[in-house]
């Protein structure tokens, strides 16, 4: 029984040798050294073959049964050095698990469309609802209908982009959306407000971009006066920047609305004493607006002998720019988190 008194000294050796490799390395080595190709508890396993017959089954199991304790004992062991190095680890380096873990970043709803929803809040009370236009018009939409003809001086003042088809352009203004909502309505009353994007070609400044917003409102029904259109924009202007704004009623001129009115309201930073935010006027302008002239009723498919309506449209950016004070309109789309992360 040679071979048995062998392998128990072959056993007790590679057990110690375990208790001993004490790293990730040392334990392949052992690995090798036992169990590998040329391991010695491999070669012992292949013993079994040379020798003779009657010695084999006890000579087999109980090499076998080696084999699978130090397999099993490997395993364990690994688990150990695992443990004990990420112990180590952490009594060495710095690192605190009971530290929290680190917020990700969440975005939140851009200015422009923060300051939409306000406008939509207070236009709702007001029982508005909100049409959508395209941003894509026509020539027809955007100016014709509107009561600006082609060769217009009008036209000057909103200078676009044109698309690659005749006659198709981005809209300089949401005013086409009236004709819009007048064509799909009428004859029935409308109050609505309609929001979007609008475009012009030309130079971007602190005051200007090629990009924008702009609300429009109209209202077409019987007897709609003057008188509705301030109450309106008296109601909504004190919602958006409080209740003692005072409003003013300029004459102005635009094609689609005649009479023709530019709203300015008390500065909101000097209380209309003036300062660098009005240019020392005292006021600030907001929005333009009128009574839709009777071209554009009858375009949009009201007689204007029947029906009157107002309508009126500002700029959301320059409304937040006013409200928060910010004296850049570049900063609204030139997506710098340090801008954007502030409202
Ligand atoms: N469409 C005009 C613009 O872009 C703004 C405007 C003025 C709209 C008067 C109106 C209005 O509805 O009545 O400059």
Redesign the pocket.
Known sequence: MDELTDLATLEEEAFAALRGAESEDALNDWFSRYLGRKGTVTLAVRRVGSLPKEARPAYGQAVNQLHQRLEAALTERQKDVKRAALKAEMVETTFDPTLPGRRPEVGHVHLSNQTLREIYAIFQQMGFQVYDGPEVESDAYNFELLNIPAGHPARD??DTFYTTTPGYLLR????PG?IWAMREYAPEPIRVILPGK?FRYEQVTARSEMMFY?V???VVGKNITMADLKGTIVAFVRQMFGQERKLRFRFSH?P??EP?VEVDMDCVLCGGKGCRVCKHTGWLEI????MVHPVVLRNGGYDPERFSG????MGPERIAMLKHGIDDIRYFFSNDVRFLSQF
Do not use: K
């Open positions: 003042m909103w300089t203004h949401t005013s009236q609008c702009q429009e409102g109209l635009f689609f609305t023709s929005m333009g607006a009128g107002f309508a009126f449209g």
